[in-house]
């Protein structure tokens, strides 16, 4: 058995770059998260990573991320203690206590909530995620692909308001009335979402996410340190496409049931003069046209870069002017079976298009 | 219509005379540590060559990195009150989190948290704690702190908290000054409180530096209105920098690129500025700045500001080189000081101008003192300086065509005569100064900050551009060169008929 290793500062840097990244825009800005964890770091507050191979079949895993629109979290950003809270909730409600926490969510500021809430409950945290990005809603999981059961469900807000979501029909529902909830509790919340035995986490997860993500901060660390492309060094290391790159000329943002929705709306520069490319999204990017037609939808990871520095751009950060790359990065297998595509392919968001992964090397 | 453009550097403060689009004079003072004795030495001088009426001056452009480098060098700030209303949220996260932890112990006066705050619906997240605030208020005056910095959670969709806890603060300590984050700043909390903080430390370095310019003004014999230059390239009057300092932060690399493209007429160009302390390299698109798109850091502060994307580094023309060894060069600098420590001018430092003249790149003070330096030392020296260069421009280079590069800054003789990527070195008239000239030519502004109601949003943001382009024209600019700037819509979903807060920033020259 591998031994866990500790997390150490350089770590979280990379990880707080690599999981924006991975975020495709939404997930949050990791920024905060970051802040809150240095300090808790500084605190002598270590966190030990966890191969997700190694969970006995039988172990009890929470999965934890806050829930809510990122521009929201950009004025009310984030708190470890009431996400430790949501955690405690569900084993007063279980009657049993965690052995180790699991992502929900490697995309975004969610890569932090569960260290977040480890360094004060000293658990460890399992290097795994049911995402592999970020994506909008609960029936978007690789639990939800692998027919696990929903619920329960905790939610804990900055008031100390706490839900238990006792059962639920399915994923749509869970997501349903979580959403309303976290409407209601303005748009933020800590959740604990259903508990996971060690198997369902090794079997139905997205393995090694965390490990990915510092990895992709540190390629782009590299080539910021000796002046190279850090968007190039990342599509080296990950097999990822360049798709576009242009200047931002209109950003349409709605803050409505939760979500961050909108589109945006990018001129070509250099070979792509006289191109528009226009990405919509629902707090992440979801689909990408190019002068109209469709060039990359979810679930290939669809990325804003700043074109000099590498930094992912969120979408609610994108703004008039910025000068951007538009990547895609491929996404884990499992998301884009059979199955996988009915809960995050493109009519899954509503759009009336059949995927077609970009990295097919096909034409649209 | 007749400009004078003055740039107060950290070295030099150089003043020009604009006519109708033409440099008439230029001159170049050495800054004085109190600054006002600079600048009036400065329009003396100009005043004289020129043989210029002071009272048929129209305007006058100040551009200064006067509240930088305060915040950079740590000198100068007020001890701040933070108070901030947004509790229980962000509780783990203060005011001063992520500054230096020496700047921070500087500014940091007190910190108060305070409930209260608006969700993004509007709804409040708890009600507003008056009585603390009014505690508070007492604090602060009892602390005996005279700024306070004032940030509540979503302050730009619903002000109401700040603006009662100004008005607080105003029956309690009428003295203090009071800046609220709405002011400054759009949606990310810890950023725009960051800028408000970043405000509140300069007030009084605004009060007594804008006074000093005021003053310079009056002893020169000139009555125009005075501005103060700001980030984006326009400017602001002198009250308004009085009360917005952190407005004028990047105004100086802003003035020194438009000014390139003005003397060069380039459109599309890099601009490196070789000034007395740094090097700055930048790049015209379109005769504009091309600008950061990433988060800015003031003297290590992350803001929400905009900025010419720049490359900035230690290397002047009173850049400090170590004499046993021609690849130690910098960062340290004789700045303003250059006059008297620099060898050629009897000093007993080897700077960067020391080896320029021993060069025979420029012509100053006394030749023979720097005689003695091997040529083998100074061709070391000089390559290793034009190496610094190179290596910058390449960074800030984005296209794979060779562009042109405009030199300019009194040290710009240490730019070589050709590099890699580059079509053309141009040296132009007036280099030195392109500082000034670019604040005399800072454009204006028309700005609307409105809620639209019962509109669609492509209505609501065309009228909003074409009431910012009426008021930019009212104040001065040519309608042909107006340019959209900014533009950014908030829904305010608590109040009815579809309501947008739309901003429109539109810019001109005048």
């Known amino acids: 058995m591998a031994k866990p290793r500790p997390m150490t500062d350089a770590d979280y840097e990379a990880l707080a770059l690599g999981a924006w990244i991975l975020g495709t825009g939404g997930g949050g800005d990791p920024y905060h998260s970051l802040l809150e964890m240095r300090t808790l770091a500084r605190e002598g507050r270590t966190v030990w990573l966890l191969d997700p191979l190694d969970l006995e079949d039988d172990a009890l895993v929470a999965v934890v991320g806050q829930m809510g629109a990122p521009l929201v979290i950009q004025e009310k950003m984030t708190d470890a203690h009431v996400m430790a809270e949501t955690i405690r909730l569900m084993e007063r409600h279980l009657g049993r206590r965690f052995t180790a926490i699991a992502l929900w969510e490697i995309g975004g500021n969610n890569a932090f909530q569960p260290f977040l809430a480890a360094a004060l409950l000293d658990l460890p945290v399992v290097d795994a995620d049911a995402m592999g990005r970020a994506f909008p809603q609960a029936d978007m999981t690789t639990f939800a692909i692998c027919d696990l059961p929903s619920y329960p469900w905790t939610m804990v807000d900055i008031r100390r308001n706490t839900i238990v979501f006792v059962e639920a029909e399915d994923w749509y529902w869970m997501e349903r009335m979580t959403r309303k909830a976290c409407t209601v509790f303005g748009s933020v ?14 079997e139905c997860t997205i393995l090694h996410t965390v490990s990915k993500a510092i990895r992709i901060g540190h390629v782009v660390q590299h080539a910021r340190a000796r002046h190279g492309d850090p968007v190039a060094a990342l599509l080296a290391s990950e097999g990822g496409l360049r798709l576009f790159h242009g200047k931002v000329t209109d950003v349409y943002r709605r803050t409505t049931e939760g979500y961050l929705r909108g589109s945006a709306e990018i001129e070509g520069l250099q070979e792509d003069r006289g191109s528009t490319f226009v990405l919509d999204f629902q707090n992440e990017f979801v689909i990408g046209r190019q002068d109209g037609t469709v060039r990359v939808t979810a679930p290939d990871l669809i990325c804003v870069l700043d074109s000099v520095s590498g930094d992912a751009i969120g979408t609610e950060t994108l703004r008039y002017g910025q000068r951007v790359t538009v990547v895609a990065l491929p996404a884990p297998p499992l998301l884009v079976s059979e199955k996988g595509l009915q809960h995050v392919g493109p009519r899954a968001f509503g759009y009336d298009v059949n995927f077609r992964s970009v990295f097919d090397g096909a034409a649209w | ?133 009014r505690r508070v208020a007492r604090e602060v005056r009892d602390a005996g702190l005279r700024s306070v910095g004032v940030t509540s959670a979503f ?42 903080l970043l405000n509140a430390c300069l007030i009084d370095l605004a009060r007594a530096t804008t006074r000093a310019f005021t003053r310079a003004l009056e002893a020169s014999g000139i009555r125009s209105a005075l501005y103060l230059t700001q980030n984006d390239g326009t400017v602001m009057r002198a009250d308004y920098a009085e009360a917005f300092p952190v407005y004028s932060f990047a105004s100086g690399p802003t003035n020194s690129m438009r000014g390139a493209a003005f003397l060069s007429g380039a459109t599309h160009a890099i601009v490196v500025d070789v000034g ?47 004499p046993a060894d021609p690849s130690r060069i910098g960062p340290r600098s004789v700045g303003y000081e250059l006059i008297e420590r620099a060898r050629v001018f009897g000093g007993s430092e080897l700077t960067a101008t020391d080896v320029g003249v021993a060069a025979g790149l420029i012509e100053l003070g006394d030749r023979d003192r720097v005689a003695a330096l091997p040529a083998s030392f100074v061709k070391a020296t000089l390559a290793r300086i034009h190496a610094m260069i190179e290596e910058g421009v390449d960074r800030m280079k984005s296209d794979a065509a060779d562009l042109p590069l405009i030199a300019v800054g009194g040290a710009s003789f240490l730019i070589p005569d050709g590099l890699p990527g580059i079509s053309e070195v141009i040296t132009v008239p007036h280099h030195a100064v392109a500082n000034a000239v670019g604040a005399a030519i800072a454009q204006v502004s028309g700005e609307v900050d409105q809620i639209f109601q019962n509109m669609s949003r492509d209505d609501a943001i065309a009228e909003a551009r074409r009431v910012a382009a009426e008021r930019a024209v009212s104040a001065g600019a040519d309608p042909a060169t107006l340019e959209a700037i900014e533009v950014e819509d908030l829904p305010l979903a608590y109040l009815p008929g579809n309501s947008l807060r739309v901003r429109v920033r539109v810019v001109g020259d005048i």
């Open chain 2, 155 to 196: 302050s730009p969709l619903d002000p109401s908290c700040e603006e009662e806890a100004r008005a607080i603060l105003r029956e309690e300590c009428p003295d203090a000054a009071v800046t609220v984050s709405h002011d400054l700043g759009r949606i990310g909390l810890l950023a725009r409180e960051n800028v408000t």
């Open chain 2, 1 to 133: 219509m007749r400009h004078v453009g003055i740039d107060v550097g950290g070295t030099n403060t150089d003043a020009v005379l604009l006519e109708r689009d033409q440099v008439l004079f230029s001159v170049k003072t050495p800054t004085t540590r109190d600054v006002t004795s600079g600048v009036t030495r400065a329009l003396d001088d100009l005043l004289r060559t020129s043989r210029a009426n002071p009272a048929q001056i129209d305007a006058v452009m100040i551009g200064t990195t006067h509240f930088t480098n305060a915040v950079v060098q740590r000198q100068g700030l007020t001890p701040v009150a933070a108070i901030r209303i947004g509790l229980p949220a962000a509780r783990t996260l203060e005011p001063f989190v992520d500054w230096p932890p020496d700047l921070a112990r500087l500014v940091r006066g007190r910190i108060f948290l305070l409930r209260g705050g608006h969700e993004v619906d509007g709804r409040p997240i708890v009600p507003f704690d008056r009585v603390a605030m």
């Open chain 2, 276 to 322: 007395g302390t740094t090097c700055d390299i930048g790049c015209l698109r379109n005769g504009f700045p091309r600008e950061a798109n990433n988060v800015i850091h003031v003297g290590g502060v992350r803001t929400l500001f905009r900025m010419p994307d720049l490359l900035s580094f230690g290397l002047g023309g009173g850049t400090l080189i170590d």
């Open chain 1, 189 to 202: 919340a800590a959740t604990c979402k259903a508990p996971r035995t060690g198997r369902e986490i090794k």
